[in-house]
């Protein structure tokens, strides 16, 4: 059984930066992991994953260019750089894993193996 953790949330500026990561409790060395966010009235919507092997990445469209995502065996985590926030990035941020790469950008998640309990980004103008 895996248990992930997040940190690192909180209030920034717009055109501010925040760094999250996400502790894991458990063998994650086989699971791909990442990052989802759902915003006030949306729905949950995958951000950026790394696979196991670190071989593969995935970004959502819009934080292309401003997002940066790795892992680190050691640590058993993953963290999330977000640069030049804008106030559509406010959301509760959630870390996953699971062994299926394409689970990590399927819309929603749905069928996640792990989920943390998510922590809130607010951006403000």
Same mark, same amino acid.
């Given at each position: 059984q895996v248990q992930l953790e997040e940190s690192g949330g909180g209030l920034v500026r717009a055109g501010g930066s925040l760094s999250l990561s996400c502790t894991a409790s458990g063998r994650t060395n086989d699971l791909h992991m990442g990052w989802f /966010? %759902?915003?006030? *009235? !949306? =729905? /949950? =919507?995958?951000?950026?994953a790394i696979s196991w092997s670190r071989s593969s990445i995935y970004y959502k469209d819009s934080?292309? *260019?401003?997002? @940066?995502? &790795? /892992?680190? #065996? $050691? @640590? +058993? &985590?993953?963290?999330? !750089?977000? +640069? &030049?926030? %804008?106030? =559509?990035? @406010?959301?509760? #941020?959630?870390? $996953? $894993?699971?062994?299926?790469?394409a689970t990590m950008s399927s819309a929603?998640?749905? +069928?996640?193996? #792990?989920w943390g309990k998510g922590i809130l980004v607010t951006v403000s103008t």
């Open positions: /966010r %759902q915003a006030p *009235g !949306k =729905e /949950r =919507e995958p951000v950026a934080v292309k *260019g401003r997002f @940066t995502i &790795s /892992r680190g #065996y $050691a @640590t +058993n &985590s993953v963290s999330l !750089k977000m +640069n &030049s926030l %804008q106030p =559509e990035d @406010t959301a509760v #941020y959630y870390c $996953a $894993a699971d062994p299926r790469w929603t998640g749905l +069928n996640m193996d #792990y």
